[in-house]
Protein backbone atom coordinates (compact mmCIF):
# COMPACT_ATOMS: atom_id res chain seq x y z
CA UNK A 1 0.00 0.00 0.00
CA UNK A 2 1.16 3.05 -1.08
CA UNK A 3 0.78 5.56 2.08
CA UNK A 4 1.35 9.08 0.17
CA UNK A 5 1.81 9.98 -3.71
CA UNK A 6 5.09 9.47 -4.83
CA UNK A 7 5.71 13.33 -6.04
CA UNK A 8 8.42 13.42 -9.08
CA UNK A 9 11.57 15.56 -8.69
CA UNK A 10 11.78 19.25 -9.37
CA UNK A 11 13.52 18.54 -12.21
CA UNK A 12 11.35 16.09 -13.80
CA UNK A 13 8.59 18.49 -12.93
CA UNK A 14 10.69 21.31 -15.11
CA UNK A 15 10.56 18.68 -18.17
CA UNK A 16 7.05 19.60 -18.54
CA UNK A 17 6.17 15.88 -19.36
CA UNK A 18 4.22 14.95 -15.86
CA UNK A 19 0.45 14.01 -15.95
CA UNK A 20 -1.63 13.90 -12.21
CA UNK A 21 -3.07 10.53 -12.03
CA UNK A 22 -4.97 8.41 -9.56
CA UNK A 23 -3.61 4.65 -8.58
CA UNK A 24 -5.67 1.98 -7.16
CA UNK A 25 -3.20 -0.44 -5.30
CA UNK A 26 -4.98 -3.90 -3.20
CA UNK A 27 -8.48 -2.66 -2.68
CA UNK A 28 -7.31 0.96 -1.01
CA UNK A 29 -8.70 4.05 -2.08
CA UNK A 30 -6.92 5.34 -5.12
CA UNK A 31 -4.02 7.47 -4.12
CA UNK A 32 -2.63 10.86 -6.27
CA UNK A 33 0.19 10.18 -8.46
CA UNK A 34 2.15 11.36 -10.90
CA UNK A 35 3.20 9.79 -14.52
CA UNK A 36 5.94 10.42 -17.05
CA UNK A 37 6.60 7.81 -19.28
CA UNK A 38 5.10 7.22 -22.49
CA UNK A 39 5.58 2.99 -22.52
CA UNK A 40 4.54 2.95 -19.05
CA UNK A 41 1.38 4.27 -19.32
CA UNK A 42 0.52 2.86 -22.97
CA UNK A 43 1.33 -0.53 -21.39
CA UNK A 44 -1.41 -0.36 -18.66
CA UNK A 45 -3.78 1.66 -21.02
CA UNK A 46 -3.48 -1.29 -23.13
CA UNK A 47 -4.39 -3.98 -20.12
CA UNK A 48 -0.47 -4.78 -20.31
CA UNK A 49 0.54 -3.92 -16.57
CA UNK A 50 -1.28 -3.23 -13.75
CA UNK A 51 -1.26 -0.28 -11.36
CA UNK A 52 0.82 -1.80 -8.89
CA UNK A 53 3.45 -2.08 -11.77
CA UNK A 54 3.21 1.43 -12.76
CA UNK A 55 4.31 2.40 -9.03
CA UNK A 56 7.10 0.16 -8.89
CA UNK A 57 8.51 1.72 -11.46
CA UNK A 58 7.75 5.22 -10.92
CA UNK A 59 9.77 4.40 -7.38
CA UNK A 60 12.25 3.12 -9.18
CA UNK A 61 12.51 6.17 -10.83
CA UNK A 62 12.28 8.47 -7.85
CA UNK A 63 15.38 6.39 -6.26
CA UNK A 64 16.86 6.30 -9.76
CA UNK A 65 16.95 10.43 -9.72
CA UNK A 66 17.45 10.99 -5.82
CA UNK A 67 20.48 8.20 -5.44
CA UNK A 68 22.12 8.06 -8.98
CA UNK A 69 21.22 11.18 -10.94
CA UNK A 70 21.36 13.17 -7.77
CA UNK A 71 18.18 15.46 -7.48
CA UNK A 72 16.55 16.56 -4.63
CA UNK A 73 14.16 14.37 -2.48
CA UNK A 74 10.88 16.24 -2.60
CA UNK A 75 10.10 15.17 0.52
CA UNK A 76 13.43 16.75 2.20
CA UNK A 77 12.55 19.42 4.86
CA UNK A 78 9.50 17.65 5.58
CA UNK A 79 11.10 15.12 8.19
CA UNK A 80 10.47 17.38 11.33
CA UNK A 81 12.88 15.64 13.80
CA UNK A 82 15.82 15.57 11.81
CA UNK A 83 17.66 18.41 9.97
CA UNK A 84 17.37 18.67 6.51
CA UNK A 85 21.01 17.67 5.30
CA UNK A 86 20.60 14.75 7.48
CA UNK A 87 17.26 13.71 6.08
CA UNK A 88 18.60 14.39 2.68
CA UNK A 89 21.98 12.44 2.60
CA UNK A 90 20.06 9.32 4.81
CA UNK A 91 17.27 9.43 1.48
CA UNK A 92 19.81 9.91 -1.39
CA UNK A 93 21.94 7.10 0.50
CA UNK A 94 18.78 4.52 0.65
CA UNK A 95 17.63 5.20 -2.81
CA UNK A 96 21.04 4.40 -4.23
CA UNK A 97 20.74 1.21 -2.32
CA UNK A 98 17.73 0.43 -3.37
CA UNK A 99 18.79 0.88 -6.78
CA UNK A 100 22.02 -1.48 -6.33
CA UNK A 101 19.65 -3.91 -5.18
CA UNK A 102 17.31 -3.65 -8.19
CA UNK A 103 20.44 -3.82 -10.65
CA UNK A 104 21.89 -7.05 -8.63
CA UNK A 105 18.71 -9.13 -8.37
CA UNK A 106 17.38 -7.92 -12.22
CA UNK A 107 20.83 -6.90 -14.09
CA UNK A 108 21.65 -4.46 -16.46
CA UNK A 109 19.94 -4.98 -19.33
CA UNK A 110 16.72 -4.25 -16.89
CA UNK A 111 18.66 -1.02 -15.57
CA UNK A 112 19.22 0.25 -19.00
CA UNK A 113 15.05 -0.95 -20.09
CA UNK A 114 14.32 0.92 -17.31
CA UNK A 115 16.13 4.24 -17.46
CA UNK A 116 15.07 4.16 -21.32
CA UNK A 117 11.51 4.21 -20.26
CA UNK A 118 11.61 6.16 -16.87
CA UNK A 119 14.41 8.86 -17.38
CA UNK A 120 14.34 8.93 -20.88
CA UNK A 121 10.75 8.77 -20.92
CA UNK A 122 11.10 7.07 -24.71
CA UNK A 123 7.72 5.62 -26.06
CA UNK A 124 7.65 1.75 -26.73
CA UNK A 125 8.50 2.55 -30.94
CA UNK A 126 11.33 4.82 -29.70
CA UNK A 127 12.69 1.85 -27.86
CA UNK A 128 12.05 -0.56 -30.49
CA UNK A 129 13.93 2.07 -32.91
CA UNK A 130 17.16 2.64 -30.48
CA UNK A 131 17.57 -1.02 -29.52
CA UNK A 132 16.59 -2.53 -32.98
CA UNK A 133 14.25 -5.44 -31.23
CA UNK A 134 10.81 -6.66 -32.06
CA UNK A 135 7.87 -4.57 -30.72
CA UNK A 136 5.78 -7.34 -29.36
CA UNK A 137 9.08 -8.88 -27.64
CA UNK A 138 10.47 -5.87 -26.23
CA UNK A 139 6.49 -5.59 -24.65
CA UNK A 140 6.89 -8.84 -23.23
CA UNK A 141 10.56 -7.62 -21.83
CA UNK A 142 9.20 -4.58 -20.41
CA UNK A 143 6.23 -6.66 -18.46
CA UNK A 144 8.44 -9.43 -17.37
CA UNK A 145 11.00 -6.79 -16.01
CA UNK A 146 7.90 -5.02 -14.25
CA UNK A 147 6.71 -8.02 -12.76
CA UNK A 148 10.05 -8.95 -11.34
CA UNK A 149 10.53 -5.18 -9.99
CA UNK A 150 6.85 -5.13 -8.26
CA UNK A 151 7.99 -8.21 -6.64
CA UNK A 152 11.81 -7.19 -5.21
CA UNK A 153 10.09 -3.61 -4.54
CA UNK A 154 7.39 -5.89 -2.20
CA UNK A 155 10.35 -8.09 -0.22
CA UNK A 156 12.40 -4.11 0.71
CA UNK A 157 11.33 -2.96 4.10
CA UNK A 158 8.67 -0.50 4.32
CA UNK A 159 7.30 -1.47 1.00
CA UNK A 160 4.52 -3.10 -0.69
CA UNK A 161 2.96 -3.05 -4.32
CA UNK A 162 0.29 -5.29 -4.49
Known sequence: MLE?????????????????????TAGDAPQKAYRSSGALYTLRKSGAIEDCHVAAAEMWARDYETGILGARDPDAGKSGAKSDIEYAMLSRAAAVSRCQAVERSLGKVSMRFMVLMMIDGLSVRQM???????????????????EQLVELYDDMPGRMMR
Do not use: F, N, Y
Open 4 to 24: KPICPTPERLARGDVVETWLE
Open 128 to 146: VQQMHKDRQKLSGAIELLL
